[in-house]
């Protein structure tokens, strides 16, 4: 489940969706990603291993359906970057 701390997060800070994430990460705009367990490993292993070449903190997520809600969007979402302009 994600936090409720992560709730109040605008939509603006979250980008949903691997290519999306890892080319957040490249430009070094990310914080945090969060990963839904139920993702398929081979689709989230390079932003695992962006995030951790980094030092980007990973959090797990119980379900892509659920990060796919807490990101806004009508599909599941295997991961979601939030952007370190979020935290003031």
């Known amino acids: ?4 701390a992560y709730g109040q997060i605008s ?10 994430a890892l080319k957040a ?6 914080s945090k990603v969060l990963v839904a ?5 081979r689709v989230v292993a390079d ?3 962006k995030a951790k070449e980094n030092n980007i903190e ?3 997520v119980s379900s892509m359906r659920q990060l ?6 009508s599909v599941g979402a295997s991961c ?3 952007l370190k302009s979020y935290t003031k």
Do not use: F, H, N, T
Not at 1 to 4: A, D, R, T, W, Y
Not at 11 to 20: E, F, L, P, S, T
Not at 37 to 41: G, I, L, N, V, Y
Not at 68 to 73: D, F, K, M, V
């Open 68 to 73: 796919g809600e807490y990101c806004s969007i």
């Open 37 to 41: 367990e139920d993702a398929e490993a």
């Open 80 to 82: 979601c970057a939030l």
């Open 25 to 30: 990460i490249d430009r070094g705009l990310v």
């Open 47 to 49: 932003v695992l291993a």
């Open 58 to 60: 990973i959090i797990w």
């Open 1 to 4: 489940m994600v936090g409720p």
């Open 11 to 20: 939509k603006k800070y979250k980008i949903a969706g691997v290519r999306a």
